[in-house]
């Protein structure tokens, strides 16, 4: 079956740096887009960013355009999502999604904080 594994997460100071790994199974991953959504506490689970399935075109949520950075190795199953000049309002879980087959990963920690 489908299978969506996060990793990457952790503790990190405002303006620094992180990156998350989504180790995908059970499909042909190179056939579908991905996508990253995040879930701060008490709030609703939002997208942050999507890539195609060839990764030839990219989206982001206006808040992390131009720090984050959506990308994905199809001879390794894995969609990665770099997260520079972190935020403390970047803190929450994230998500792995794909969205054809409406699937989520369990999520990984993401807190920034001095």
């Known amino acids: 079956q489908v299978q969506l594994v996060e990793s990457g997460g952790g503790l990190v100071q405002p303006g620094g740096s992180l990156r998350l790994s989504c180790a995908a199974s059970?499909?042909?991953?190179?056939?579908?887009?991905m996508s990253w959504y995040r879930q701060a506490p008490g709030e609703e689970r939002d997208f942050v960013a999507g890539?195609?399935?060839?990764?030839?075109?990219?989206t982001y949520a206006g808040s992390v355009k131009g720090r984050f950075t959506i990308s994905r190795d199809n001879t390794k199953n894995t969609v990665y999502l770099q997260m520079n000049i972190l935020k403390v309002e970047d803190t929450a879980v994230y998500y792995c999604?794909?969205?054809?087959?409406?699937?989520w990963g369990q999520g990984t920690q993401v807190t920034v904080s001095s």
């Open positions: 999604y794909i969205p054809s087959w409406k699937s």
């Open positions: 059970g499909f042909t991953f190179s056939s579908y887009p």
């Open positions: 890539i195609t399935s060839g990764g030839g075109t990219t």
